[in-house]
């Protein structure tokens, strides 16, 4: 069974950064797909970033040129990178991976999920 661990979230002024990790374990797929999420309280949750295995990305527009999504495969961790950080950042985010070659951005395609970290960014 793959576990996802996510840590890093906090609050943070706007203008400022702040790195999320996701720790996976239990999984023994050699390829997949990963991707982080956020999802404000009673809205949908929506696609943050998403990376292939061979490293092809997509990014919701509105982090784009801000946010990194990169992953370590020695460590089985996955980073998403947030730089000049907005109050329409805060959010809850989450990691999710799923097997597979193809790039994937809709939620319901992934099968596994972490339980989500808080990001909250002040003006």
């Known amino acids: 069974q793959v576990q996802l661990a996510e840590s890093g979230g906090g609050s943070v002024q706007a203008g400022g950064s702040l790195r999320l990790s996701c720790v996976a374990s239990?999984?023994?797929?050699?390829?997949?797909?990963v991707a982080w999420f956020r999802q404000v309280s009673g809205k949908q949750r929506e696609l943050v970033a998403a990376?292939?295995?061979?490293?092809?990305?997509a990014y919701a527009d509105s982090v784009k040129g801000r946010f990194s999504i990169s992953k370590d495969d020695a460590k089985d961790i996955l980073y998403l990178q947030m730089n000049s950080l907005k109050s329409e950042d805060t959010a809850m985010y989450y990691c999710?991976?799923?097997?597979?070659?193809?790039?994937?951005?809709?939620?319901?395609?992934?099968?596994?999920w972490g339980q989500g970290t808080q990001v909250t960014v002040s003006l």
């Open positions: 999710a991976w799923d097997p597979g070659r193809r790039l994937k951005e809709r939620e319901e395609e992934f099968k596994y």
């Open positions: 239990g999984y023994t797929y050699s390829l997949y797909c």
């Open positions: 990376m292939d295995p061979n490293g092809g990305t």
